[in-house]
């Protein structure tokens, strides 16, 4: 065999292996459901766009901009088509998009590298599969049916694209129009957009002042055009998760989801890049590695600043990866590539077989250390405790019911999925439920009308808070409470006596408690099928026990801290304390 040959071969063999393997993932995923609940809002939507409803989440035609990724929505709008189930469609989607991340980063290392090998997409494949695949937070989130990977993609072609331009390789607006569609897939990225250009234009060495103007003035002009269609679509130009958290739209919220920490996660995942970075980095490569870097920690540093209901397993960071991982890269290609770009591939190869085995060292090292995940857990959470970030919360509602003891906690998605398919889906078209966990409900049915109680989905409350009598003025024929960790708006809801007079409230039932409204003209049919469920879930257990006949609350706040957020650790839901009646 020729000596130039063995390297393609190396290539297609681990190309191929890489891909088979990430098949294998996508059919283990897709034998179970998804049980990432926000993904299925987007299907949700999808759902009344083909129904003609448009971007709407209920049947009043009210154009709702629930979506703060309107880009991954049409994705799912068009994957929706095909003819799977929609657990399977939302699962494939981000695998889909995770090929497509492992794509760009190897296109965005080749178009600006200069060795030998790594200046072909094809070739610097292998690299970027094998380092994507071999950390766990990277293949949870290939397939949690949310934007994360379609997110990874857009920001490896944008550092792809800057870099390039910053050489002169590249037209500016291509960049610029990448960072528009960057800012529909994740807001917070119009950070890194900005910054970026016009850190390359004050570190590196090419860039013009009219280049960065033209790249900005595209972006910028796509950012304030994207403004202007949904305020004139939506009623607002940002999304109303935007007004719920600067509304404190999140009074009361139990759960930090320590920013620390989730940074401490992000960068454990990245450390192969960083090891490279700290590695092969030399004076030379420091500009263009603080161009990448720098964004990346501006965006953290405001990621830190924000609520991050369902960031688990660092999501909200995983789209800044190639900020981390391009620059490291082309440091390790700018050393292999040294004083002889011309070098035979069979040396080039015993070069990058000496690197490969000193990180490999490394991690062998790492796994010596017992559950290092855990221990860079436990330091992010300390770090948490000494910025002294803590949450308020509200003393629980107290119940006056016959049952002697609470009733057995259950798997969460068991009783989502249970409430969805035996209460809801049954309900007649035009129904109207409220619950705070909405994704999976909405997505089973969608002819119900869903008042999303987080306010993510429900300009109503988004834009005037929460009320609970203009709650009950909507006549929900079902209400599930809130989660418990919205301590505030379950005390809201669950304390005040007008509940009891238009609802028979179950504490507990299905982990967060279910209020029937007592004059609904469906009230037949939930009452069976709330036995059916109560069957189920409970075999054995009196449900009239649970019914609800008085409850107080005294609407007192406290601060908790982290070692308070259990929930975090184990995953178990709190009960509501219950009074017992003799």
Not at 244 to 257: A, D, F, L, V
Request: charged fraction near 15%; charge should be positive.
């Amino acid at each position: 065999m020729a000596e130039g040959s063995l390297p393609q071969v190396f290539t297609i063999l681990a190309v191929l292996i890489s891909l088979g393997w990430w098949a294998r993932q996508l059919v283990l995923r897709t034998a179970e459901p998804l049980r990432f609940d926000d993904a299925y809002m987007f299907y949700r939507y999808a759902i009344h766009i083909r129904q003609g409803l448009g971007m709407t989440w209920n049947l009043d035609g009210v154009h709702t901009y629930g979506e703060t990724s309107p880009l991954w929505g049409f994705a799912v709008l068009f994957l929706s088509y095909l003819p799977m189930s929609m657990s399977n469609v939302l699962i494939f989607g981000s695998w889909l998009c995770s090929l497509g991340a492992i794509i760009a980063l190897a296109w965005a290392t080749a178009r600006n590298a200069r060795s030998a090998y790594l200046t072909s997409t094809w070739r610097a494949l292998p690299i970027t599969a094998v380092l994507f695949f071999l950390f766990h937070m990277f293949r949870v989130n290939a397939f949690t049916g949310m934007e994360t990977m379609l997110g990874t993609v857009l920001c490896a072609v944008y550092v792809g694209l800057v870099l390039g331009w910053a050489e002169g390789g590249i037209r500016p607006q291509y960049a610029g129009l990448t960072g528009v569609l960057i800012f529909l897939v994740r807001p917070e990225a119009a950070i890194a957009v900005v910054l970026m250009p016009a850190l390359a234009y004050a570190l590196l060495p090419g860039t013009t002042r009219k280049g960065v103007a033209t790249l900005l003035s595209v972006f910028l002009l796509g950012f304030v055009l994207d403004l202007i269609i949904c305020k004139l679509y939506f009623g607002t130009p940002l999304p109303l998760s935007y007004y719920m958290k600067t509304r404190q739209g999140y009074e009361g919220y139990h759960t930090s989801w320590a920013p620390a920490r989730m940074t401490f996660v992000m960068l454990w995942s990245c450390w192969p890049y960083l090891c490279l970075l700290a590695v092969f980095t030399r004076g030379r490569d420091l500009r263009r590695t603080a161009v990448c870097l720098l964004p990346a920690a501006a965006v953290f540093a405001y990621l830190s600043t924000v609520t991050q209901i369902m960031g688990m397993d660092a999501r909200y960071y995983v789209p800044y990866l190639p900020f981390i991982a391009v620059p490291a890269l082309l440091s390790l290609d700018r050393r292999l590539a040294g004083s002889a770009p011309h070098e035979k591939p069979f040396r080039f190869f015993l070069r990058a077989a000496i690197v490969a085995g000193a990180a490999a060292a490394v991690f062998a090292v790492l796994l010596v250390v017992k559950h290092p995940m855990i221990k860079l857990q436990a330091f992010g959470a300390a770090v948490d405790r000494r910025l002294e970030h803590r949450d308020i919360a509200y003393d629980p509602v107290h119940f006056e019911v016959a049952a002697a003891r609470p009733l057995p906690a259950r798997y969460w998605f068991t009783e989502l999925e249970g409430i969805g398919n035996v209460l809801v889906k049954p309900l007649p078209k035009g129904s109207t439920i409220a619950a705070s966990e909405v994704g999976l409900l909405g997505a089973l049915a969608p002819n119900v009308n869903v008042i999303d109680l987080a306010g993510l989905n429900d300009p109503q409350i988004a834009l005037h808070g929460f009320s609970l009598d203009a709650l009950l003025a909507r006549k929900p024929d079902i209400i599930w409470m809130p989660h418990t960790d919205y301590t505030y708006q379950r005390g809201l809801i669950l304390g005040n006596p007008e509940l009891l007079r238009q609802y028979d409230v179950f504490a507990g039932a299905f982990a967060y408690g279910m209020a029937l409204r007592k004059d609904s003209p469906a009230r037949p049919l939930i009452d069976r099928q709330m036995q059916i469920l109560w069957n189920l879930s409970y075999p054995g257990i009196a449900m009239e026990d649970y019914l609800i006949k008085s409850a107080s609350w005294t609407g007192k706040k406290h601060k908790i801290s982290l070692d308070d957020n259990k929930n975090i650790e184990d995953g178990k839901d709190r009960l509501e304390p219950i009074h017992q009646v003799r």
